[in-house]
């Protein structure tokens, strides 16, 4: 159904709003990313810039962080707005169609130039899938991204055998 909201944004916003896949289509083209691949030769898919959502909710100066939640597998990541504002895109859409959970779906967050995992507060890890909410937080938010090394190892060997 692409009427139902898969994403909602709120938190430190004058406009609280939550959003469709065809909503999400029916975004203008300049706010619209088509081809990922074109930044990220390992990704796939069609995406609207972070900007432009931010800019429908209005982030208010309060709202420092932005805090992405994945209630799919309880992930969640808390990063400074003002290092993505430019940088984020939320890939959606693949081959015209809604993003899949297999790929991330229904909404994968993607930093254009993401650090490798664990080396910054914007990393690869912070590359949130399955994002359902995207919350603007005074100060660092809710973020159990893993810690050390070991925890690092454990996701991602979950993540390989699909949780
Ligand atoms: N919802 C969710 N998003 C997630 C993760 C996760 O376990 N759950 N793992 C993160 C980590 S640690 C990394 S390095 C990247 C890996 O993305 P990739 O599988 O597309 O390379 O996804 C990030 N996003
Ligand atoms: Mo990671």
Redesign the pocket.
């Given at each position: 159904m692409s009427d139902e909201k898969i994403l909602r944004v709120d938190g430190e916003v004058e406009r609280p709003i939550e959003l469709s896949y065809a909503e999400l289509a029916a975004m203008p083209a300049e706010q619209q990313v088509v081809d990922v691949s074109r930044f990220d030769p390992?990704?796939k898919g069609d995406a609207v810039t972070l900007a432009s959502i931010l800019s429908l909710a209005k982030t208010k100066p309060s709202g420092t962080y932005l805090t992405l939640h994945?209630s799919?597998?309880d992930?969640h990541?808390s990063v400074p707005l003002a290092a993505v504002h430019d940088q984020g895109v939320l890939v959606y859409r693949l081959d015209g169609q809604p993003l899949p959970l297999a790929k991330?779906g229904p909404v994968?967050f993607l930093v254009r130039d993401a650090a490798s995992?664990r080396t910054a507060e914007v990393?690869?890890?912070?590359?949130?899938?399955?994002?359902d909410r995207i919350e603007l937080t005074a100060g660092r938010g809710f973020d159990n991204?893993?810690t050390d090394e070991e925890e690092?190892a454990d996701?991602?060997r979950?993540?390989a055998e699909g949780?």
């Open positions: 390992a990704r994945a799919t597998d992930f990541a991330g994968r995992c990393d690869e890890c912070a590359n949130v899938k399955f994002v991204r893993p690092h996701l991602h979950r993540e949780h």
